[in-house]
Nanobody, 122 residues
Framework: QVQLVESGGGLVQSGGSLRLSCTSSGSTLPYYVIGWFRQAPGKEREGVLCISRHRGITYYADSVKGRFPISRDNAKNTVYLQMDSLEPEDTAVYYC???????????????WGQGTQVTVSS
């Protein structure tokens, strides 16, 4: 069983920045792709971007390209999602997961965290 934990969410003004972190139990994170998903109020959970084990990056939400760089530090067992130039439309609960895609579609071998709230005020 792998447990993922997100942190770093909060309330920020439009144009501000936050850095989200995703860590895992044990030292298991380097063995997984990590996807970031978000769910805004009243909307379905959607894929934002993905980082592979070898740091290849795939964006699923065009709106975050150029604003949300992602990185991973395998020695620290952590994936970082830097969120810059935040907009009110970025307000959502953000989840990290051991799978990627534009849609939320885990299978029985996937894991994800409880989510962290990001709120961007205008």
């Amino acid at each position: 069983q792998v447990q993922l934990v997100e942190s770093g969410g909060g309330l920020v003004q439009s144009g501000g920045s936050l850095r989200l972190s995703c860590t895992s139990s044990g030292s298991t994170l380097p063995y997984y792709v990590i996807g970031w998903f978000r769910q805004a109020p009243g909307k379905e959970r959607e894929g934002v971007l993905c980082i592979s084990r070898h740091r290849g990056i795939t964006y699923y939400a065009d709106s975050v390209k150029g604003r949300f760089p992602i990185s991973r530090d395998n020695a620290k067992n952590t994936v970082y999602l830097q969120m810059d130039s935040l907009e009110p439309e970025d307000t959502a609960v953000y989840y990290c997961a051991t799978f990627c895609g534009s849609r939320w579609s885990p299978d029985s071998s996937d894991y994800w965290g409880q989510g962290t709230q990001v709120t961007v005020s205008s």
